[in-house]
């Protein structure tokens, strides 16, 4: 019995600890962010990085400098060994007028240390597609295929309301509210004067990409599921076959039909339901 109970409390603490690890949730995350926020609210970083902009454009001010931290998760491997990687991009937006100047940033994690780039700007006639992703109130990234100087350059500007240092990877802890209000402004107008994409356009490629992502999760937490069915206890079984159920409820609330992760939800219910047949 005890075994059992123990290789349960390792699948769930595994399976929590990779979720934070990949997608930045959980509730070590929500303690972290809790805790820096009186360091945001001082503006430390956020004067400092204002105040570093403004060499390279003496325009910027606190309400249009946006520090942009784009995360991209990617898979590689075989059949028994799968290896999940992220990759940073740092950036910083300045918004003006009708333009945005993108600054690249190189972070060094070790020394904590920063430099910035040259500065770009580009305007509507530059943007050839744009998509958006992310959710309300944490994080909204714009995606640009822009043409720049005859080549084609893919931009992506991650609006953070608040940003803090969730790891070694994040250089900063800050508030951009204002900023990040304009810059979202700003980008709609691009993409509707660009791509004829009114802003309920822009939301409802938003709320696909924010579905697909319950969609992961159910799947995920019906495998935990599965996994935790040796153990011959019902309750953590029914309770992440119940986390796939109210994630598919949340996606049909946003008018989102859960297809193909609905059936691997059923084949993980079935093959549970089978292994605990006696």
């Given amino acids: 019995m005890a075994f059992k109970i123990g290789s349960l ?4 603490i595994f399976g929590s600890f990779l979720l934070a690890r990949v997608y930045a949730v959980g509730p070590l995350v929500w303690l972290k962010r809790a805790a820096l926020r009186g360091r945001a609210l001082e503006g430390a970083d956020r004067r400092e990085l204002v105040a570093r902009v403004q060499q390279l454009l003496p325009q ?5 400098v946006i520090f942009s ?12 060994v799968t290896v999940i990687s992220t990759t940073y991009y740092y950036n910083v937006f300045v918004v003006d007028g009708d333009f945005l100047w993108v ?3 190189a972070y060094n994690k070790r020394q904590r240390s920063y430099q910035l780039g040259t500065p770009v700007r580009f ?6 597609q744009v998509r958006l992703t992310g959710t309300h109130g944490k994080t909204l990234t714009f995606h640009f295929l822009l043409e720049l100087d005859g080549r084609k350059l893919e931009l ?10 969730l ?14 209000e304009k810059a979202r402004q700003t980008a709609e107008r691009m993409a509707f004067i660009a791509c004829n994409l009114s802003a309920s356009e822009l939301e409802k490629g938003r709320l696909k990409d924010e579905c697909g992502n319950y969609a992961l999760y159910a799947v995920c937490a019906s495998v935990f599921g599965l996994m935790c069915t040796p153990t011959e206890s019902l309750i953590p079984v029914l309770a992440c076959f119940a986390i ?22 059923i084949l993980a219910a079935v093959g549970s339901y089978l292994m605990m047949r006696p």
Avoid: W
């Fill in 156 to 165: 992506a500007m991650a609006l953070t309301p608040y940003c803090f240092r």
């Fill in 9 to 12: 409390l390792f699948i769930l």
């Fill in 60 to 64: 910027a001010n606190d309400g249009n």
């Fill in 103 to 105: 600054l690249p940033m």
């Fill in 167 to 180: 790891s070694k990877y994040y250089p900063f802890t800050l508030l951009q509210e204002e900023a990040c």
């Fill in 123 to 128: 305007s509507a006639s530059d943007v050839r």
């Fill in 69 to 80: 931290l784009h995360r991209e998760n990617s898979s590689s491997g075989g059949s028994k």
């Fill in 244 to 265: 796939s159920l109210i994630l598919f409820g949340v996606m049909l609330s946003k008018k989102q039909v859960p297809k193909v992760s609905a059936v691997l939800v």
